[in-house]
């Protein structure tokens, strides 16, 4: 195909095809890169004529289209919609109706040659006028923030628009807005150890975490993503790789609080000494062993079920009455999820190798299919099994946050929704169309990872997610908000683009596709105000100067990290500095403790783990490290954050209390509104969470703290700088 066809279809689509890369350089998109995008996109590229065919199609749907499939507003604009007709039907009154979503109808007649005139068109021999319509202040007065419907009557047939009528900022809590700076701590819940859990940290640790730390002054609690993963494969771990992330891991339920556990058939197996055994076990391992914890928990967790449906449901109406509510709210994406979870344990049990869609027999695949909807009913017990274990995980989870909420937090839980999702995850086989599963997203070549980086997780498709009225992202952001106070959101530019890579290439040969931006800050402003949930978004990396004055105008606070806050010459920015609508941190789970990153420990492992390509590289980033500590020695004895008790000289100041402590007021002292710090620095542990690069050369995302919840809190250490923190934040 020629070139003309190849920009059409790149414009088409929205891949970029040249960009600024991390050293600030025109980069360019290869032409075979180009096409490989459009053909994740499902566009073959070698078939000249259906590529004709398609852009013909395109064309003409969008010259025959009365009115958009979507819509999004925001609520201080005008209300105002395109119409696409034939010039000879421009003078024609037409009469529309928006319906809002608490059923109130509203009729306008319009002419749309009384509109402005937008664009022209010819079809053959018929002219096609577009028309911008603005409807009066009176209508738009009785349109509130949320979703609609538009339709219109055209020639007796009625063409309809979802209209998604959004506020222009998210939501910020008054507090904030009235000078509050909160702070809080951000950890990965399954490592928390306790006297009460079984070998990975639970809701019941939660609870307990949650009202110990808002005795000093802890406004938030930040957790890992809290998603759905995979039971055939509970070593899967990633958080950051999930199966669905509407929907909840159920490994974090805290089994002695479900009702009935002790009734006589859970106390059997409780009981045993094989179980009290591999309990003390999996209590005592320093990592996580997520097999050995869903061996012990499903077998509890079915015979509590068991109980429900004989005891609790049958003289109990309101528990069962509560359990059909949640069933019939979660709809086709909790249908969805509990059906995917059943199928994959049935053929996982036949075949070990099955633990995905991609093993289900064809007939399987697709999940609306009449074998899948044949597979629901005849495995209905199973199926109301994960129901059961979702309505459980989902009540904990909102327990947790009252708890917070009760104990005086200002904001409570706060939430991290991940960029994506695996391949073979219930998402993907959940809505197939949306999902380009012949590559996937990462990131372009930067100073940390200069072959690039291919993350696993297939993209959505922009223009699909926009035919389905962005309904997929809404139930994303609205479950994920669900329970908490705030929410993050990882790789926050995905919103604007991301970077694909296609199946069998390095991530170098990528390239960025872009997404409806404004819609879906629109879409995430609206969610936010439902919810009352602050935002929190993730641009670290290569960030256009476009994305982060979106994120600002849009509400959304930055995310701050102080190791990356350097200026050119190599020291460090003040966080006084930061922007007020941010949240700064020390550290994050993809970085180094500080222990781990003053004592060069991660450079150290990343040499034993081979992650550097000659001791060139190793020695460069020694020779770094040095002198970025002796740059934050500099600043923190400028600022005063340390005394004379911490040596300026790098050569001889290792990492104390005293420049644990230092480092920590420092950084409560700036300006960014929002503050988080990692527990695992209060607990002065030197292993890294996760070490990005490394699959099992390393136990990510398995690592416990160092100590039970009880002992972390009777700590003078942990008091102390509470209270200090406290009162440098007032």
Request: charged share 20%; proline share 5%; aromatic share 10%.
């Amino acid at each position: 195909m020629d070139k003309i066809d190849l920009n059409a279809l790149v414009d088409l689509y929205g891949i970029e095809t040249s960009y600024l890369d991390a050293w600030g350089q025109p980069s360019q998109v290869s032409e075979s890169s180009q096409a490989k995008l459009l053909n994740m996109m499902g566009v073959d590229v070698s078939d000249g004529e259906a590529v004709d065919d398609m852009l013909a199609f395109s064309y003409e749907n969008t010259w025959t289209s009365l009115l958009q499939p979507t819509l999004v507003l925001k609520n201080n604009e005008p209300f105002s919609f395109v119409v696409t007709l034939p010039i000879n039907d421009a003078t024609s009154e037409l009469t529309g109706t928006l319906t809002t979503e608490e059923s109130k109808t509203i009729a306008f007649d319009f002419v749309p040659i009384d509109g402005l005139l937008v664009d022209v068109n010819q079809s053959g021999d018929i002219e096609i006028h577009r028309y911008l319509i603005t409807l009066s202040d009176e209508v738009q007065k009785q349109v509130g923030l949320g979703y609609h419907t538009l339709d219109v009557n055209f020639n007796g047939e009625l063409a309809s628009s979802k209209v998604i009528m959004a506020p222009e900022r998210c939501f910020t809590p008054d507090m904030i807005s009235e000078g509050k700076k909160p702070w809080g701590f951000s950890v990965q819940l399954y490592s928390l150890r306790s006297q009460s859990n079984w070998g990975m940290g639970d809701f019941g640790d939660l609870v307990l975490l949650v009202e110990s730390a808002a005795k000093l002054g802890v406004d938030f609690i930040g957790l890992n993503p809290i998603h759905t993963l995979f039971p055939s494969l509970p070593e899967s771990c990633s958080p950051y790789g999930p199966s669905s992330r509407r929907w909840i891991n159920y490994l974090y339920l805290d089994v002695t609080q479900v009702t009935g556990f002790h009734c006589a058939e859970v106390q059997d197996i409780f009981s045993q000494p094989s179980f009290q055994n591999e309990l003390t076990r999996l209590k005592e391992s320093e990592y996580i062993d997520y097999a050995g914890v869903a061996a012990l928990k499903l077998p509890i967790l079915k015979t509590l079920f068991n109980y429900y449906k004989s005891d609790v449901f049958c003289n109990q109406p309101t528990e069962k009455a509560k359990f059909d509510r949640f069933v019939e709210k979660g709809g086709k994406s909790l249908e969805t999820q509990v059906s995917y979870d059943a199928l994959v344990d049935y053929y996982h049990e036949k075949d070990k190798n099955c633990t995905s869609w991609h093993g289900f027999p064809n007939d399987l695949a697709e999940c609306d299919s009449s074998a899948v909807r044949e597979f629901i009913n005849n495995h209905k017990s199973e199926i109301e099994f994960y129901q059961f274990l979702q309505w459980q995980a989902q009540s904990q989870l909102e327990m947790a946050q009252d708890s917070a909420v009760n104990a005086g937090m200002s904001i409570g839980l706060y939430r991290d929704l991940a960029v994506g999702v695996s391949e073979g995850s219930a998402e993907v086989w959940g809505n197939r169309d949306l999902y380009c599963t012949d590559g996937s997203i990462g990131a372009p070549p930067d100073v940390l990872g200069p072959l690039g980086q291919d993350w696993g997780l297939p993209p959505m498709h922009p223009q699909r997610l926009y035919e389905q009225g962005y309904q997929p992202i809404i139930d994303l952001f609205s479950s994920n908000m669900q329970f908490s106070g705030a929410l993050r959101i990882d790789h926050v530019m995905a919103l604007l683009r991301l970077w694909w890579v296609p199946k069998g290439d390095n991530a170098t040969e990528g390239g960025y596709v872009y997404y409806p931006v404004d819609d879906l800050l629109a879409i995430l402003a609206l969610e936010s105000h439902r919810n009352e949930s602050l935002i929190i978004g993730e641009d670290l990396g290569t960030v256009p100067d476009e994305i982060r004055e979106k994120l600002s105008a849009s509400g959304i606070y930055s995310y701050r990290v102080f190791f990356f806050e350097q200026a050119d010459d190599g020291g460090f920015f003040s966080p006084s500095h930061y922007p007020e609508q941010s949240m700064a941190t020390l550290t994050t789970h993809d970085m180094p403790t500080l222990i781990g990153f003053w004592h060069c420990l991660d450079l150290e492992m990343g040499k034993s783990l081979g992650l550097y390509p000659d001791e060139n590289v190793l020695q460069n980033l020694y020779a770094q490290r040095h002198s970025n500590k002796q740059s934050i020695l500099d600043t923190l004895h400028g600022h005063g954050s340390v005394g004379q008790d911490v040596n300026n000289d790098v050569n001889v100041t290792g990492m104390s209390e005293a420049l644990n402590v230092g480092l920590h007021k420092h950084l409560a002292a700036g300006s960014s509104r929002l503050l988080s710090f990692q527990l695992e620095d209060w607990l002065h542990m030197d292993k890294p969470v996760n070490v990005p690069g490394t699959f099992k050369e390393y136990p990510n995302w398995r690592r416990k703290l160092s100590v039970d919840i009880e002992e972390l809190f009777a700590s003078s250490f942990v008091q102390t700088l509470a209270k200090n923190i406290t009162h440098v934040r007032q």
